[in-house]
């Protein structure tokens, strides 16, 4: 795992200054990739997290699912992050398809937050 960790390390490099390019869909899948390989990138999340706040109206709902998925799993303390998705996705529940609700609701689970 190490030639691994080191390639998703030199990811997270260039990525890291390069988030504002990236589509809502790229935020979702990155955060996604790096805690599917259970690759540690807190910096990383640190900046996903606020850059998503700056675009929260981009996401659809699986990307809303996936990014909460991946920050609750990378267990970066983010309730700010995690108010803005229940407010956002609230009134668009409708458009979540059931792997979209699992995955949210777990994500508010794990994370600890109170969808409210």
């Not at 390639?7 to 805690?35: K, Y």
Request: charged share 15%; net charge negative.
């Amino acid at each position: 795992d190490v030639p691994a960790t080191k390639f998703f390390q030199a990811i997270a490099a260039e990525a890291q200054p390069r988030l504002g390019e990236f589509t809502s869909q790229a935020l979702a899948n990155t955060a996604w990739a790096f805690v599917t390989a259970d690759i540690p990138a807190k910096e990383l999340f640190e900046t996903i997290v606020t850059e998503f706040h700056s675009r929260l109206g981009e996401f659809k709902p699986q990307e809303l699912a996936n990014i909460a998925w991946a920050v609750a799993k990378a267990d970066v303390p983010a309730t700010e992050f995690f108010q803005a998705i229940a407010t956002e996705a609230q009134p668009r529940l409708g458009g979540f398809n059931s792997q979209n609700l699992a995955n949210t609701a777990w994500a508010f689970a794990k994370a600890g937050v109170p969808a409210t």
